[in-house]
């Protein structure tokens, strides 16, 4: 989680935060474990903690630091613009990459391109790789917005923007409980 690592960098204890930014000490444990949503913190929460972490909102509720989770992202749409739908869809299956993510637990990653694959192989009427059904039967637990829409969400103290997500999601990667809804939209 961001937060320890910060923590663990700046050598400094839950305590000290607690006591240094003003936020109790049983939210600052809570939000450390995990116990509480970071993502559903209040706005001054976060500023405290950001403050004397030297830190900014958007790296605290980033999803966590194995490449950020927006970068994955962002990287693999650059790669279908670069490439094209039907040499990614072939570059994809050939690599199964989908299935290397997938064991190694990295399960976001993995629903991510089999979305993809599926949201590519949809809009170019072709038919589905059944090489990934027992993965297509799964889905991540936690519904996984893009940070922009946390933010949203973090700043108007409301759950709108994320319903709003969630409405105008591209079907493939909504049914993996991922929330995308432009993956050509890309500079």
Known sequence: MVINNLLAKKKMSKNKLSKL?????TTVVDICS??????KCSVETLLKITRVLNTTIESLVSVDNRTAFETF?????HEVKRMGDIPYIIKTIESDEIREYYDMGWYRECYYLLAMLDYLCRVNELLY????????????????YPSGTILRSIVARSDQPKID?????IPEF????????DVRNVC
């Not at 930014?21 to 000490?25: K, N």
């Not at 992202?73 to 749409?77: G, P, Q, V």
């Not at 997500?165 to 999601?169: D, K, M, R, W």
């Open 165 to 169: 997500s969630f409405t105008n999601a």
């Open 34 to 39: 995990g116990k509480s949503d970071i993502n």
């Open 174 to 181: 909504r049914r993996f409980n991922i929330i995308e809804s």
């Open 129 to 144: 790789c059944d090489e990934y059904n027992d993965i297509r039967n799964k889905a991540l637990k936690n519904t996984v």
């Open 73 to 77: 992202k962002s990287h693999t749409c």
């Open 21 to 25: 930014s003003g936020v109790p000490l």
